[in-house]
């Protein structure tokens, strides 16, 4: 039997939820997934594809170009701690980045067959445990028996001032304005939305991540996870 856990971190966009999970999984030795990449990597095709229409998915279309759509996570070369996105065998991260995918990733995230096939090969990866998850339904659809739960939050005004100040230093036009308004858009669509909506789960612990530093957030989800471990030693 493994020791090893399984660790769903859900929350808000850009509250920092990713840089936890990735350094938490970096502490623990464990595997890290950004389920949001996946997400991105959807709207990405359905983008470059032209299955949206004037800002509306032409669901039918995109239910039946899910087969043709593979998505796969690589160490980068240059960070090792890094997964790229690989979409068709193609490095896509940096595209999956941008305020243009941003603006569309709710709405296809909104597609009840696009989550079912983003659930089942995210429940394959965590099939072993060792895992770190983030994302918005992690903790209730993806892994509902997990170990241990984290619900992270930040005020939006903060929120959007570290997601302004992380567009800029990768050089991605964009105006505070702009990028808290989509926040705000997305946070509404994300936990509205009838399929597996964002939702704070009574066994999650949430963590409020507006006055904490990276640092510190890790060192409270660390000793929750060690004490995890713990009780099931004992
Ligand atoms: O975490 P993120 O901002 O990269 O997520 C991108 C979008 O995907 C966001 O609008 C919410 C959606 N998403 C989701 O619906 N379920 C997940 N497990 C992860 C992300």
Do not use: W
Request: proline fraction near 3%.
């Amino acid at each position: 039997m493994t020791n090893k856990i399984t660790i769903a971190v859900d929350g808000y966009s850009s509250c920092g939820k990713s840089t936890l999970s990735k350094a938490l999984a970096k502490k623990l030795g464990y595997i890290f997934i950004d389920s949001g990449a996946m997400y991105r990597g959807v709207a990405l095709y359905c983008i470059e594809n032209k299955l949206i229409n004037n800002n509306a998915p032409l669901e039918q279309q995109i239910i039946a170009s899910l087969p043709d759509i593979s998505l796969t996570f690589q160490k980068n070369d240059e960070l090792p701690d890094q997964n790229d996105l690989f979409l068709n065998g193609i490095n896509v991260e940096k595209k999956i980045r941008t305020p243009e995918i941003a603006n569309q990733v709710s709405k296809i995230a909104s597609i009840k067959e696009v989550r079912l096939k983003l659930v089942e090969e995210q429940r394959k990866m965590g099939e072993r445990g060792g895992i770190v998850m983030d994302g918005r339904d992690i903790g209730s659809v993806v892994f509902p028996n997990a170990e241990l739960k984290l619900f992270v939050t930040a005020q939006a005004e903060i929120r959007a001032k570290r997601r302004f100040k992380e567009l800029q230093q990768k050089g991605i036009d964009a105006s505070f304005e702009e990028v808290l308004q989509n926040l705000n858009e997305r946070d509404l669509l994300d936990s509205s939305r009838e399929e597996s909506p964002l939702v704070q789960l009574k066994d999650a612990i949430v963590l409020d991540t507006s006055n904490l530093t990276p640092e510190e957030q890790l060192e409270v989800a660390f000793n929750l996870v060690l004490n995890i471990l713990q009780a099931k030693r004992t």
